[in-house]
């Protein structure tokens, strides 16, 4: 790890808060920019056009190796998922981006060194190699020792679960997910969001909350609302005669 710089610091800090709006972006952007590639570029609150609207993104990365990379830090009070699922299916379907990554404000809080680790392990050209060194010894805390292993970068880029409790219960909580969506192969074929582009499709003309709306009412109904005073009149046709020779006491007596 190289020593701490405090106007490298202070550079980067005021650098990221010009464009951050929101506490987790600060951090993401301080440390990516610590972190960056030369050849690569992170360009903050990035604005692009898609046939179905205009939309801005937290930040686009391209690597020195000229892959175009959205990445989105979601705060849930301000973001639906379905809407997000339209808007990454029409960035990747107008080739926009290879792929877009989306993490959780509490994944850059509790494990941001997992984010970065994300972002190395699947693409090539993003980190400065005394960047992925300490990337590496990071990671190496609390990534799967098989997830160490060399590869040949870049790997399939793949949702992530952070910490799940059955693989680091010894060591952390659950501290996020990563969402990684990926748009035309190198066959030419889409691989996210091939059912979202056709139904917006068979809705010509409308916008992304229009389709999200629709999609939410044909596809995601909601629970059906339960009636607890009909439970209850089950439960006391069902069982209520069986209490009626207990003991009203029974249960105020200290457990022997």
């Not at 693409?123 to 590496?136: C, L, S, Y």
Request: proline share 7%; net charge negative.
């Amino acid at each position: 790890m190289s020593p701490f710089c405090f106007d490298s610091f202070a550079d980067r800090y005021f650098e990221a808060s010009s464009s951050a709006e929101s506490e987790p972006e600060l951090l993401f952007h301080m440390l990516m920019r610590r972190l960056l590639h030369p050849e690569a570029t992170l360009q903050p609150q990035f604005s692009y056009k898609t046939r179905r609207g205009s939309f801005r993104a937290d930040f686009l990365l391209i690597t020195a190796k000229g892959e175009h990379i959205l990445l989105e830090v979601d705060g849930k009070e301000f973001h639906d998922p379905v809407r997000d699922m339209f808007r990454d299916a029409f960035t990747l379907a107008d080739q926009v981006v290879q792929h877009v990554y989306r993490f959780e404000a509490q994944t850059i809080f509790r494990g941001i060194w997992y984010a970065v680790f994300a972002l190395y392990r699947h693409h090539d050209g993003v980190f400065t190699q005394p960047a992925i060194d300490e990337i590496r010894d990071k990671a190496s805390r609390f990534v799967l020792a098989d997830d160490m292993l060399p590869v040949d970068l870049p790997k399939c880029p793949e949702p992530i679960t952070i910490n799940p409790q059955r693989d680091f219960s010894a060591y952390m909580d659950h501290a996020g997910d990563i969402l990684v969506r990926s748009g035309i192969n190198e066959r030419g074929a889409p691989l996210f969001g091939v059912d979202l582009i056709e139904f917006a499709r068979q809705n010509p003309g409308k916008d992304i909350d229009w389709l999200t709306s629709e999609w939410k009412s044909r596809f995601l109904s909601p629970l059906p609302r339960i009636d607890i005073e009909a439970l209850e009149r089950e439960w006391d046709i069902l069982f209520g005669n069986q209490n009626d020779d207990l003991d009203p006491d029974l249960f105020d007596r200290p457990y022997r």
